[in-house]
Structure formats: C-alpha cells, structure tokens
C-alpha cells in the first residue's frame, strides 16, 4: 500500500514537471541528463507558482498531507529546476510525520542540496580548467548578478584576458549575461557551492593545471 503511494505521488509529480520543463526524460535518468541539458534548466526554469502546484497535486495523489508554507518553501528552494524539485520532493516524502510541516521541509532542502552539489556541481565544476573555476570564484563574491570589470579585477587580470574565460563559461552555459556587462550563474546555487568550495579546496587560488 505504501509502495503504490509512493508511486502515485512519484508519477503525478514526474508528469508535471516533465510537462512544463518540456522534458520527456524520466526522473532515473537524472543527473546525467541534467548536465546534459544544463542551458534549457536554468534563469528560465518553472515559476514558483507551478511547483508548488505540482507538489500539492503530487502529495494528494499520495494520500500525504503537507502544510501550505513547507509548499511555498520547498517551491522556491527549488529555484524552478526539474532535478532539484525531484530531488527535494523525494526527501520530503521521507519525512516521518502524518502532516509535513516547514522543519521537515528544511531538512529535505539541505539533503536535496548536498545531492545537487555531488550529482551537478562536483562534477561540472572541476571538470573545468583552473582559470575557468578562478572566474566563477571571482563571480561568486557578489551577492546577485557581477560586472564583468569587476571580476577581471579580482582575478587579477585585464578584461581582455578574462573575457577568453567568460565566453568558454557562456558557451558551456555555466553563466549567462544578466544584463549588458553584468553575468550570473545558470545553475541553482552554484554562488553558494563556488564559494564555499573554491575557497576550502583551493584557497581562492588558481591551480597548476590547464588553462
């Protein structure tokens, strides 16, 4: 009975989403898919609205209850991003409680991170050469979007330098230009992963390796 709960509140989500991210790709095959079409799930992603429309039905499907604010938290954690509304839905409907509330919603939000950082950042990230990740450091000092000046300054560097690197990291769709001269990331708290990452792994410094 549990099991076709489950896979009632799975399928209706799934449905939903893959509908209105225009996906056709089953949640399984997800993170490979996901850095596969990383540009199409980004700045662009599901409103808030529509996730928190699409738990809501997803929960009733499986006979779960789940409080109006851990909706409305979970939604916009979720940044719009089809894998990590997967991802934070699958923790929430592990939570032990008859009535899902905003604590429960918490801890699924910073499970579904930690995932997110493994599956999608990790690998994206330092498959990068160190001056492209030396970029996206310098970018995530700022609290929203960074002028582009700006980060050739903190890099170091001239802005004609620099700019070899923000097209690599345009082209990869890692960033995109949020405004004339000013960048930010495609991806879901990639700031918060980069900084925090960049700064314990490599002291905000360059590497040795590739350019």
Not at 14 to 23: H, I, R, S
Not at 26 to 41: C, E, H, N, T, W
Not at 61 to 70: F, K, L, P, V
Not at 172 to 190: D, K
Request: aromatic share 12%; proline share 2%.
């Amino acid at each position: 009975m549990a099991d076709d709960r489950q896979a009632a509140f799975l399928k209706t989500l799934d449905e939903y989403v893959a509908a209105q991210a225009d996906e056709t790709l089953p949640a399984a095959d997800l993170p490979a898919a996901a850095r596969k079409r990383v540009g199409r799930q980004n700045h662009g992603g599901m409103r808030a609205e529509e996730v928190g429309f699409a738990l809501r039905e997803a929960f009733e499907a499986g006979g779960r209850a789940i409080t109006d604010d851990a909706i409305v938290r979970a939604a916009e954690a979720s940044a719009g991003y089809p894998y990590l509304i997967r991802l934070i839905a699958h923790y929430l409907w592990r939570a032990k409680k008859d009535l899902i509330g905003v604590t429960e919603t918490d801890k699924a939000i910073f499970l579904a991170k930690i995932e997110l950082f493994k599956n999608i950042h990790d690998p994206l990230f330092w498959g990068l050469s160190s001056k492209d990740r030396f970029f996206l450091w310098a970018m995530s000092k700022d609290e929203f979007d960074s002028e582009f000046g700006e980060i050739a300054k903190r890099m170091g560097v001239s802005a004609g330098y620099a700019s070899k690197y923000r097209e690599r990291l345009l082209n990869a769709e890692l960033i995109y230009a949020s405004a004339y001269g000013r960048l930010a990331f495609t991806l879901p708290y990639m700031r918060e992963y980069v900084g925090k990452d960049y700064i314990e792994r490599l002291g905000g410094e360059g590497g040795k390796d590739r350019e």
